[in-house]
Each structure stands twice: as C-alpha cells, then as structure tokens.
Nanobody, 124 residues
Framework: VQLQASGGGLVQVGGSLRLSCAAS????????MGWFRQAPGKEREFVAA????????FYADSVKGRFTISRDTAENTVSLRMNSLKPEDTAVYYC??????????????????WGQGTQVTVSS
C-alpha cells in the first residue's frame, strides 16, 4: 500500500485545514486508516483513525471536537478536517494504514504503511 498525504500549510490560530491521503496498491480499501503527527522534539502521536467501512472513528483527546476524519472508499482517500487550530497542532502529519488482525485491536498502533508526511504550521 502506498500513501500520499497532501494539504498541509500555514494557517493562523483558529483557522482550518483539510488534509488528504491518497492510497494505492493492493486492497488499500481493506485497511484501517489513521493520521498521526510529530512535532519537533516530540514523539509521533496518534491523531485519528477510521475503520474500513467508515462507521467507526477514533480521536486523540487533544483533537476531539475539532478534527474530523472521513474516508471515500471508492476513491481510496482519507481526509482529516482540522478546525479551530491551535499552535500546539503544529507538526508533520502522517497518514497510515493497518490491517485488522484480530477481533480486539488498537486504533492507535499497529500501522504497517506510512505516507511521507505533510507539514502543518499554526501561527499565533
């Protein structure tokens, strides 16, 4: 599975951005899709994830109510709509994909495929 993220940029505090991730390769629609981010000097952290059907979504507490993840299975894309952006949202954002290997699975880990990252900078 190949992932290509886009949509990052510079935005002011309180502004919005929409990130997109185009997936290609074998059965890319059969994977849980997620977004992660890594700020300078910090570890990569989970942001959001969405199941194969799009019926379930998961969010980090820090972005709940501000970010929305969605996917278009037919187009093999996943998007992250980010509203009310804060300076602490500044990071490189990565999209990722993982299969569901068991009935019990963790949406925040176990990702096998990663995109190249797109920079989001929130200026105050």
């Amino acid at each position: 599975v190949q992932l290509q993220a886009s949509g990052g940029g510079l935005v002011q505090v309180g502004g919005s951005l929409r990130l997109s991730c185009a997936a290609s390769g074998r059965t890319s629609s059969g994977y849980v899709m997620g977004w992660f981010r890594q700020a300078p000097g910090k570890e990569r952290e989970f942001v959001a994830a969405i199941t194969l059907s799009g019926s379930r979504t998961f969010y980090a507490d820090s972005v709940k109510g501000r970010f929305t993840i969605s996917r278009d299975t037919a187009e093999n894309t996943v998007s992250l709509r980010m509203n009310s952006l804060k300076p602490e949202d500044t990071a490189v954002y990565y999209c990722a994909a993982r299969p569901v290997r068991s009935i019990i699975w963790d949406p925040t880990s176990g990702y096998d495929y990663w995109g190249q990252g797109t920079q989001v900078t929130v200026s105050s």
